[in-house]
Each structure stands twice: as C-alpha cells, then as structure tokens.
C-alpha cells in the first residue's frame, strides 16, 4: 500500500474567527427577584495552535487525532439583565481534543470531518465591577475542512500544507454562584454557552520513517 503524504505528526498554527453566543438564564441577588438574561453575541479573532498524527486506514482513508488550543482572551461579550446592570462575558481560552476521519480527494488535497471534545473558559463580571468569577464550560465540537499540499508546493516547501476549517461547539447551560463587594452572594441559572469558529493555517508535518521520499509519497497513484 503506498503511503500518504499526510501520514505522520503534524504541528500547526493558525488564525481563528470565533463568535460565541450566550443564551438566555436567571441571575439572583440574595434577596432579590431574578433578572433575566438577554441573549447575545460577538465575533473576535485568536490565534490556533495544534498537535495531531494521522495514522492510514487505507490508500483513500485517514484516521487522525489531534489537541487544539486558543489561549488569548477575546474581547467582552456585555449581556444586559431585565431589570438590572450588564453582565460582562469574557472567553478566556479553550482546548479541543478531536477525532479526524479523513478522505483523499487526490494525492495533495485531503477532506476530512472533526468530532470531539471542548472546553472553554468564560470569565464573568458585572459591568459595574460589584462581582466577578469564572465559568468552565465543557460539551462537543463538530467540524469540517481541507488539507492541502497545494501552498506548501507553491513555496518549495514540501513538509507545509494549508488547511482551512469550520467547526461547530456546544456546551450547554451552566450557573455561577458568588459574593459581590457588599457581603452578598449572586447566583445565576440556565446560561447557555455555542460557538462557531472558521479556521485558517499552515501545518507542518513529520513523516515516518520509510523508503519512500516525500516526493514519492506525495505523488503516489491512488488508483
């Protein structure tokens, strides 16, 4: 069986276009009646790091594994409370750990989906600066994207590929449970947490050790 060109450990960076959108839930003052949370979003950038090998399944099909990260702070997310002050969310970083089956459209171009697990940081404040605390949101991440030599050839580099991605993540509802500036403990309920990010980068990749050179691997006949 000839071996694919993406076959190996890869180690990538790129750049990420993520909006994270919050739903709707309650926030209590001790005491007090609940508020209601608006729904909202916002679209901001971060950098994406990552680690994966791809084993061959077969000459057409790729079974990949890979650890993902965004470790940047976005821009605030402010969410306003029905009655009451802006609630401020921040997302603070998240890692993916992901499946990646994966098909050659042909010799330099591989298609390929992702499933998997994610977590995300969200720091969460009130506007007014009376409390803050942070909420650890874990749930699913689901995508798809190309990979391609196409780049890599272009430049003369023939380890470097181009890959470009969309996924979609979903970590369902979480509350929070704090003491504000004055004595008196805040709570929340039901604040759900999806985000949807579009990927875009270049990955370098390690072969394994075999007879055949990049060249040779790269242009294989898949027939």
Excluded at 155 to 161: A, D, E, P, Q, R
């Amino acid at each position: 069986m000839a071996e694919s060109a993406f076959n190996g450990l890869d180690l990538g960076v790129g750049f990420a276009l993520q909006n994270v959108a919050t739903g709707s839930g309650t926030h209590t003052n001790a005491g007090g009646a609940p508020a209601t949370f608006d729904t909202t979003s916002k679209t901001s950038g971060n950098v994406n790091f990552n680690v994966g090998y791809n084993f061959e399944i077969t000459d057409r099909f790729l079974l990949g594994v890979q650890a993902s990260l965004q470790p940047f702070s976005s821009e605030s997310v402010e969410v306003q409370k029905v009655p009451g002050s802006a609630t401020e969310f921040q997302n603070n970083s998240r890692y993916d750990f992901s499946i990646l089956p994966g098909v050659l459209l042909n010799p330099n171009n591989l298609l390929y989906g992702k499933v998997g697990y994610s977590y995300n940081q969200e720091n969460v404040r009130n506007a007014n600066g009376a409390w803050a605390t942070r909420l650890d949101y874990s749930g699913y991440v689901l995508g798809m994207g190309i990979k391609s030599f196409s780049w890599g050839h272009f430049l003369g580099i023939n380890n470097l590929y181009f890959f470009a991605e969309y996924n979609y993540a979903g970590y369902g509802s979480k509350g929070y449970s704090t003491v504000n500036t004055t004595g008196n403990t805040v709570f929340s309920s039901g604040i759900s947490l999806h985000s949807s990010t579009g990927l875009v980068g270049f990955v370098t990749f390690f072969e394994l050790a075999s007879s055949q050179s990049s060249t040779e691997r790269t242009t294989h006949n898949l027939l």
